[in-house]
């Protein structure tokens, strides 16, 4: 037996154990003015000298001596014998103290004449108004936004003490390519550290990435022995774990101490919290998920502590579109989508394992689930922390059901129009289950041909509603992809590869042997099932199968052989009301124009010939008005 | 006369004039992956491979076929023949299917038994389950992340294209000096395009700031045809208002266009937009908040027109802590401060004048005045858009009433346990007015020695409370500062400058010239009054006049000579109620602490004698339980 981790901290005492072990080492660093937008001052900021340094004009006029114009009325008009031209920001010459507005004068023969009198230090700003010299302009903590940097240019300074951090980040692992290099077969990009570096950075910290050091515990405790001389805060990323070649516990250990592994939290459960040299070394876990939540929940807080700003928190009440379980005992982070659909925000889940670093790329924001809850049932409303500009939620159309690439090149071209688009791929009967509960705006789904179902009907069903209306996007040609080419007398020969039952891909294949007369278990890997595809088109190119069902554009991008067999439907459907939608008019329109027309045909493997045709659901399970004109050449 | 604007448009008619002529210019740029946060995708992002490219093992174990697994239990362990040891991410070997979990092995002589049967592809990562090659990542639209880059990183991607825009900054002014060189007098630091650089910069411009252009129209319009020629949106500073040298306007008509001059927005009336071979040309006000104004009104929602992100906009709802007056028919930006006392949020107007950029710095938002409305009363709850984090608001004490370096000493220090401190400088009446209607935590005052009032019972009540505690910061030394040394019979020769009535040195000085049988207006420039001590010290400098009264303090900072006549105290003012607030205690602890009594030291001109102390005023308008222990050696 392997070890396992020890104890689980709770997230709170670990945060304090965190906080209370390392004070700020008050580490400061100038900046140049022009780069130092949400930098924290560190050394107070004084004015260089007084602004305006003397007394100057507030308006274009004249300056006068206001003795002089003592009487003046319209009756009894004053001729000035001392006077100066000024314009606004002008020096007041000492011999005068108030300006006269040049539209309360009359000019003739080169004098001027006043017909009020004026005040004494009238549109005159005194010296020192603005800003007096050695007047604090700034103090201590201020966290600088750009339109101070106007003022501070104003008074003379030019470059700012600020709050400096220097953060050594320290990956391992000996499957790491560093990022840019195109990971071989089992190698990886190192890219948590390039997150790290960037997270960290936007919070004002000074990042130094040591080169990938593989798992050997001496080269581990050798880099780590430098990071941590050199910086104030050391990240190790990954090596946490309790695999074989898990070196950082034993390599902290040995050169320091052990403050906490392992904190029951999810993801991030194998953080690691050690002190070498009075420093903080942090442990990152290698899940990319994971490490972003001890970024953001460990390393930002630590910051915080030491007077870095934190990153704006916008939160919003969100319902929840579908149930969500937790883990009791962990607090627990979780990627969430928000839309709003009608006047209310609807909180969608994203993927919440440790690897699937899509998901958060894909929510908009996340949600804090504390270790004594077990879950939310679908429905409860709950605080979510948007990790985007709020303003976007409302120009956001959110779909749920099955992703082609033509709904992709839709996408793009929704953000010309000021509309954004959120797509999961979860597949056609959990899009149609959210449709019915009015947690998306569409559902777009891949519907097999007509001829290999009798009705639409019961899978509609799934949706609940009975008023769905269908606006077509493409027909997508379906076939057997292959590396050599493929005939139907192969089949029993070859290692074929699927995609996963009720897929409609898997429908049409299934369908297909059976009118052939084939026993789906004489094929050889019928029952090897990836997800979907593109996962088929990949298996086929990297040699793990021969044949498989796939798209034609599929196919052809992976330079694979196609033999149609039959097309799919894909269709975009909403609940009617949906059609009064503006964004939705926005977005049929999009479908309907030449330019989408001709991204799609540019993509291939698309009969675009009843695109943007709206339809509904007849008695009978079939769309109407009309089915396709014509089929795609080459299916039988 | 001089031309006056001829038309004002509204806001609401500006804008759409703005961003009906202007359609997005679709330029692009790419950046790197680490400098890309903030910016907006501009071309779709798909992956370069897919991750993982072959199946992995999600966990530490051993490899197996699964079928060599079938019927193990407990009580028939099965010995796998075939297997390998693999760590999490390991390339799963293509004879295997399944990984079983090291914990659920027993090794034995080099060999591995399982007591339970591998379901096939368990704790297999396949190829492609994060993503696959071709996907798309990254929708045109998407505004980038700090976490978004790990997933681009491991994805491939170490560049991206993304919305660009070049924006040209033209300074004009003759009076204008760089960035960073110190302003002779009359001249002025050209900070309006520094700041505008930096602002929009911020939202992802590529700016070019050419250099300072006099007031020369030929020259102006060389300059303005050439940044046409190299941006997309130029902007032109200054010489927008109506004086003998504003030449922006003829400039842009002698090119092209002028859409419009003049818009009923304050600050920033005299904005001007034309339009030169189909771009724009924004004229910016020279007054530095009029300049904020414009590029936050009508540059930004340009840009995000053309697709940028806005910045993040926190609304609050806050109480106006005193009436704010509007003219009505003009929009109108007024800086704000917004404090929380108790728990409610109270707003505090800061200056509306276009020159006063400090109140844009100490200011932590802002609020928008309608056209229609002439002003709030106070009590009024209104939006403020805050400039700062929101968190901040929390952890800030607002002060009203008079400033002196020892409370900026204070305010910098307060960073170090977590506090800001919010001070503004009306004067101790305005500050009394506040702490009476619950607008500020405390007001700082500026008392006179006891002897020169009778009571400050009359002074107190302008705050309408009773139950004041007064913690005492400093003594002030107060007396003649000049260049020359003076002596009481000097007054009626010299040049003298004084601060404002009401103002606690110009009620010692009135009280003393009293007692000497001296009538003030023999005194040459007693009536000629500054805003404070500050700037009496600066006059005199600056050779405007001869003495003045000012703090020992200011006076030895200004390098004057300085004959001592009285005293001040500087208290720090709260209702009784705020002792028990832990902010307050924290300050308490401050201000005895020995640090900031050897900075007040460092300071100079302090007597520190009863730092510290809190008093409470008795029956006979006395500040009990003690006087000063001994006055500073000097006074009289």
């Known amino acids: 037996m392997v070890k396992r981790y020890l104890e689980l901290r709770s997230l709170d005492e670990a945060l304090r154990l965190l906080i209370t072990s ?112 050695n007047k604090l302009i700034l103090p201590r903590g201020h966290v600088i936004r750009a339109f101070d940097t106007g003022a501070l240019a104003t008074f003379g300074i030019t470059t700012i003490g600020v709050l400096a951090v220097r953060v ?93 592994h392992g904190v029951a939290v999810k993801p991030g459960k194998p953080v690691m919290l050690g002190k070498i040299n009075g420093k903080p070394v942090l442990g990152l876990p290698g899940y990319p998920l994971a490490a972003q939540t001890v970024l953001r929940e460990f390393a930002a807080p630590l910051l915080e502590s030491w007077g870095f700003p934190p990153a704006p928190r916008f939160v919003v009440k969100a319902r929840l579109g579908q149930a969500l379980v937790s883990d009791p005992g962990f607090d627990e982070f979780v990627p969430i989508f928000v839309g709003r659909i009608g006047e209310e925000l609807i909180g969608t889940p994203h993927g919440k394992g440790g690897f699937a670093q899509m998901s958060t790329v894909k929510a908009n924001g996340y949600t804090h689930i504390p270790a004594p809850v077990e879950g939310y049932e679908a429905g409860t409303l709950l605080d979510v922390l948007l990790t985007t500009d709020p303003g976007s939620i409302g120009r956001t ?59 639409y009907q019961p899978l509609m069903q799934f949706s609940g509603a009975n008023n769905l209306a269908f606006l077509h996007i493409a027909a997508v040609g379906l076939g057997i992809a292959s590396l050599e080419g493929f005939d139907i007398n192969d089949l029993t020969r070859i290692r074929f590869i699927n995609t996963r039952k009720d897929t409609p891909s898997r429908t049409v294949l299934d369908t297909l042997l059976a009118s052939e007369g084939i026993d789906p278990l004489q094929v050889n890997g019928y029952l090897q099932e990836v997800h979907g595809p593109q996962a088929v088109a990949a298996a086929i190119r990297n040699g793990f199968a021969d044949a498989g069902i796939c798209t034609s554009g599929i196919a052809s991008a992976n330079g694979l052989r196609f033999v149609p067999v039959a097309h799919e439907d894909y269709e975009l459907v909403v609940q009617k009301e949906m059609l009064a939608d503006s964004r939705f008019r926005t977005l049929t329109s999009l479908i309907r124009s030449p330019g989408y027309r001709a991204a799609l045909e540019k993509i291939g493997g698309y009969d675009l010939s009843i695109t943007g045709t709206l339809r509904g659901l007849n008695g009978s399970g079939t769309l109407t008005p009309c089915m396709p004109g014509s089929l795609p050449s080459g299916y039988r």
């Not at 319209?74 to 920001?89: I, K, Y």
């Not at 593989?214 to 190790?236: G, S, Y």
Request: hydrophobic share 40%; net charge negative.
């Open 168 to 260: 050594g980040i320290i990956p391992t692992g000996s499957e790491l390519v560093p990022f840019g290099v195109r990971p071989g077969p089992g190698q990886v990009v190192e890219s948590n550290t390039v997150m790290a570096q960037v997270f960290l950075s936007q919070m004002g910290a000074d990042c130094t990435r040591y080169p990938i050091v593989p798992d050997d515990p001496d080269r581990i405790r050798e880099t780590l022995r430098t990071a941590v001389k050199e910086n104030d805060l050391v990240l190790i990323s990954a090596g946490s774990s309790a695999g074989t070649r898990d070196f950082t516990e034993s390599v902290i250990r040995s050169l320091g101490d052990l403050i906490f």
């Open 22 to 133: 390392f004070p700020n080492p008050r580490n400061t660093g100038r900046v140049r003015l022009m780069e130092s937008v949400g930098r924290v001052v560190a050394d107070p900021v004084f004015a260089k000298y007084s602004v305006p340094e003397v007394n100057i004009s507030a308006m274009d006029g004249i300056a006068v001596r206001s003795r002089e114009t003592i009487g003046a009325t319209d009756q009894a008009p004053v001729t000035l014998d001392h006077f100066a031209r000024l314009n606004t920001g002008n020096i007041v010459p000492p011999e005068f103290d108030a300006v006269v507005m040049i539209e309360d004068t009359w000019e003739s023969g080169g004098k001027f004449q006043v017909r009020k009198s004026a005040a004494p230090w009238q549109h005159v700003r005194p010296a020192g108004e603005d800003v007096k010299e």
């Open 397 to 455: 159309l959110f779909f749920i059901g099955t992703l082609d690439p033509a709904l992709e090149e839709l996408a793009n071209r929704a953000h010309d129009d000021g509309l954004f688009i959120h797509a999961t791929n979860p597949g056609n009967i959990p899009g149609l289950l959210a449709l019915g509960s009015n947690s998306c705006h569409a559902a777009p789904l891949v519907l097999p041909a007509r001829s290999f179902l009798t009705s």
